[in-house]
């Protein structure tokens, strides 16, 4: 009966608080990490054939391949940031674009990892990376995309919010007091 008790008073806010953690972080994670990765595994995948082969041979086209995807990396940061700075409506758009495509690859990646989990404790037969909620096939695809425009509204608002500086990171105390009056 104790442990009952214990487990509504110390477990039930402790998995709130571990959910609320996970989903902000979550948010944060994807607003860039998705197509970051991607420019980082596009360009080591198609630098290694036209660039990383011509100029070394070896182990050093691998050490190439990985240089040529953190440049790719900075560079396509740099030009989202100046992008902003320079015309806020075009790139307003192009993130939404960004976002959503990031959110079409990693949505059905994260669906193939639940049910490969859940086919794993016995609680569905096979592994799915798109929910079957209907039985006609054009209502699941609406649902599907709707689902991820649904998942892209937060990251995209995530995204522009750092991109405009306000990353969540503050230089105030909870009591109003700035540390600039410290």
Do not use: Q
């Not at 100029?55 to 050093?60: E, P, Y």
């Amino acid at each position: 009966m104790i442990i009952l008790v214990l487990l509504f008073v110390v477990g039930i806010p402790l998995a709130i608080s571990l959910y609320k953690m996970l989903a902000v972080s979550t948010v944060k994670i994807a607003a860039f990490a998705i197509d970051f990765a991607l420019v980082f595994l596009l360009t080591c995948f198609y630098g290694h054939s036209f660039i990383g082969t011509k100029l070394a041979t070896g182990n050093l086209v691998y050490l190439i391949d990985i240089a040529l995807g953190i440049v790719a990396t900075l560079a396509y940061g740099v030009l989202i940031i100046l992008l902003h700075s320079r015309l806020p409506k075009v790139s307003m758009v192009l993130n939404f674009f960004i976002v959503l495509i990031g959110v079409s690859v990693a949505y059905p990646l994260a669906l193939d990892f639940i049910s490969a989990v859940l086919k794993m404790l016995g609680i569905v037969k096979d592994t799915f990376t798109e929910l079957s909620l209907f039985e006609n096939g054009l209502w699941n695809k609406i649902l599907h995309y709707l689902i991820i425009f649904i998942l892209a509204l937060p990251i995209f608002g995530s995204r522009i919010k750092y991109l405009n500086g306000n990353n969540g990171s503050s230089n105030e105390y909870s009591d109003g007091d700035s540390l600039e009056k410290v």
